[in-house]
């Protein structure tokens, strides 16, 4: 059986194009030069979005957004990091909200498909983010409350949040059994922004998050007792797969701008895309590209089936963001000096994309659980 886009989805992805040609590449020139938008650029940005229709992709009908689907979502995101600036639709909530009682969904969930709410999303720990059983931040049970103290770091977006979803201990002895996760509201005493992290990234400034005697009611518990980590996994395949996916559209961006300047550029009389030293890098790039597309597609449709993909999520994150590095890479090498000037968005799309074998789990661990699901060993050995 042929694989094809369906009609419909189609369409909608051509008119996320459409609103990126028109709305968010005018600013491309902008952004390149301040390395990063105003708020009233992002906030105008958003708002037409929401006008225009793009709000709540993701979110199921039965809670009021448009049920676009996991395809759908990863179209939209390739067609969306075709530029540097990392925009997105608003309206698209963390999906361990979903695990929420009907009163963490009032109180969280629907606020951020509203837009009338952000969050943050702290895991990471200055003692090391990829071995969730080390995690040091504690949460200690006092009648009906939680104290929790620990450094949360790298946390994205906390500067903008209302609240951070968190992950702190609730019982070391269990390792990764016993993290649990918890609704914290910015303005909880104890809580505090303690620095920001600058990082090689465009726009991209994570914080240290510290909690000191933070006491939090046992009603902003997501999720029983221990049951963060598998929580977090679920949340975290979820997030690979659409990483993988603004590969696509990085790798895509920086393919075309390089074949036109391959085309155009001459040196010695001739073009330089009738070298055969140019036209190999772009071949590759194309195939690399091609490849990863069949990962992040298939995982995506398996998804929507309504299968498990944990591991295909893993392998089409760590082959399109090595991709992502090797074809920036290479076009950044075909324009020359022109690749790292800050007047085209190959340079930005380089830094950017150097993150994504860090974040959400490093290429390394994501080797690591490609190899135990194939060779069916536990995380011990
Ligand atoms: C810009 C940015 C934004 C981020 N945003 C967030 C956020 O919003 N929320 C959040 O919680 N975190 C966030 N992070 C943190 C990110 O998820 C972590 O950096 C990542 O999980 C890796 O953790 P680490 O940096 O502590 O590296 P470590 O876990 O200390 O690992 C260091 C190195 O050792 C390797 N390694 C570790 N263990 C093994 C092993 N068993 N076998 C082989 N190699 C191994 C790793 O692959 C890596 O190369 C962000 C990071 C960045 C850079």
Not at 217 to 236: E, K, M, V, Y
Not at 279 to 305: G, N
Not at 315 to 336: F, H, S
């Amino acid at each position: 059986m042929d694989f094809e886009i369906p009609g419909e989805l189609a369409l909608f992805v051509d008119g996320v194009r459409q609103f990126r040609e028109r709305e968010l590449m005018p600013l491309e020139p902008d952004f390149l030069r301040a390395g990063r938008f105003t708020s009233e650029q992002r906030s105008t940005l958003e708002n037409r979005a929401r006008q225009q229709g793009f709000w709540a992709l993701d979110v199921p009908a039965d809670h009021g957004g448009q049920g676009l689907g996991t395809l759908g979502t990863c179209l939209v995101a390739e067609e969306l990091y075709k530029h540097p600036a990392m925009f997105e639709f608003g309206g698209s909530p963390e999906p361990v909200l979903y695990e929420g009682t009907p009163e963490q969904k009032e109180r969280y969930l629907y606020p951020i498909i509203k837009e009338e709410k952000r969050c943050c999303y702290a895991f990471t720990e200055p003692s090391g983010g990829s071995d969730v059983a080390a995690m040091r931040t504690t949460a200690v049970r006092e009648g009906d409350n939680w104290v929790i103290n620990g450094t949360k770091t790298f946390i994205s977006h906390a500067e903008r949040a209302d609240f951070v979803i968190l992950f702190a201990t609730t019982d070391r002895t269990l390792g990764a059994r016993g993290v649990t996760c918890f609704l914290v509201d910015t303005g909880t005493p104890g809580f505090t922004l303690s620095r920001p992290i600058p990082t090689m990234g465009d726009d991209w400034e994570p914080y240290e998050l510290t909690f000191d005697h933070c006491v939090v009611p046992d009603a902003n518990r997501l999720g029983p007792t221990g049951g963060g980590w598998a929580l977090a996994n679920d949340q975290l395949t979820h997030g690979r797969l659409k990483i993988a996916a603004y590969q696509l559209g990085i790798a895509q961006r920086c393919v075309e701008i390089a074949v036109d300047w391959a085309r155009n550029r001459v040196t010695w009389g001739r073009p330089i895309a009738s070298r055969q030293a140019i036209q190999w890098m772009l071949a590759d790039s194309v195939t690399e590209l091609e490849a990863a597309r069949w990962l992040v597609y298939h995982a995506a449709w398996l998804a929507d089936e309504g299968h498990p993909i944990k591991t295909e999520a893993f392998k089409a994150k760590l082959y399109a963001t090595e991709m992502a590095q090797r074809v920036t890479d290479r076009c950044l090498q075909i324009l020359g000096g022109m690749g790292y000037s800050k007047e085209l968005p190959i340079q930005s799309f380089y830094r950017q994309v150097r993150v994504w074998r860090i974040g959400h789990g490093t290429a390394e661990i994501h080797r690591w659980m490609i190899a135990r699901d194939l060779l069916g060993i536990s995380a011990r050995h």
